[in-house]
């Protein structure tokens, strides 16, 4: 019964349907209950049903896929706050942490100050990352909470991945136009090899925290 098909696969099909989220997880959820399904299916025949009419008591069991769909789409959110969150920490200490590291032994550095507007725009990205891996904390520390308590979505879930991709978004502006004014500044920064490490390991980066967000942003529609 375990390759079963029939009912249980097009309440599978129907479920797996309405469900948006992490693709790996999204299969999982599916596996784990096809073989849920397979099992109640399994002993409803040893009790001497035909297989079809044990598959449709098995799926009557566990409920429609309507039924169903709430608390798996729920899961998936949570799965997607955590994938965004481990992802957006990640990043943000590293850019807090080593973003001077680009900056040093550079010819400009011991120059005259940049203008004051460069400063408060650089002291405000590393303010604007700290609170992206604070929010990033959060949100590993109350689906954390939320799997110990054995409950399917993550309370304040919605607004934690709402307020992370602000941050981010936010944060990837503010870089973007330091970079771009650095480079306009300091004709040299364009060739500085750690510079260019820098900008072409950030751009990566991004482009992670982007396909995380945009996962997110697909359960919470």
């Not at 098909?5 to 309405?18: C, M, N, P, S, T």
């Not at 942490?97 to 590393?126: E, F, H, I, Q």
């Not at 396909?211 to 529609?221: P, V």
Request: hydrophobic share 50%; net charge neutral.
């Amino acid at each position: 019964m375990r390759g079963c098909d029939g009912v249980v696969e097009e309440q599978l099909r129907e479920l797996a349907g309405r469900l948006r989220g992490p693709a790996r997880l999204k299969a999982e959820l599916i596996v784990e209950l096809r073989h849920a399904l397979s099992d109640a299916a399994e002993a409803y025949e040893e009790g001497g049903l035909p297989a079809t009419e044990a598959q449709r008591r098995a799926v009557a069991e566990f409920g429609t896929p309507a039924q169903l769909a709430p608390a798996y789409q729920a899961e998936l959110a949570a799965g997607a706050l955590r994938g965004l969150s481990v992802r957006a920490l990640a990043v943000a200490v590293v850019l807090v942490v080593a973003g001077d590291l680009s900056w040093k032994g550079s010819s400009w550095s011991a120059g005259p100050p940049p203008p004051d507007g460069y400063l408060l725009l650089s002291a405000s990205l590393n303010w604007i990352w700290a609170g992206v891996a604070g929010l990033g904390v959060v949100g590993l520390v109350t689906a954390a909470a939320a799997a110990r308590r054995g409950q399917v979505g993550v309370p304040g879930g919605r607004l934690l991945g709402w307020g992370l991709t602000g941050a981010l978004g936010t944060g990837a502006v503010a870089g973007v136009a330091l970079f771009a004014w650095s480079l306009g500044l300091w004709d040299a920064a364009l060739t500085w090899p750690p510079m260019i490490v820098c900008a072409v390991l950030v751009g990566g980066a991004f482009v992670l925290l982007g396909r995380a967000a945009r996962t997110w942003l697909t359960t919470a529609r």
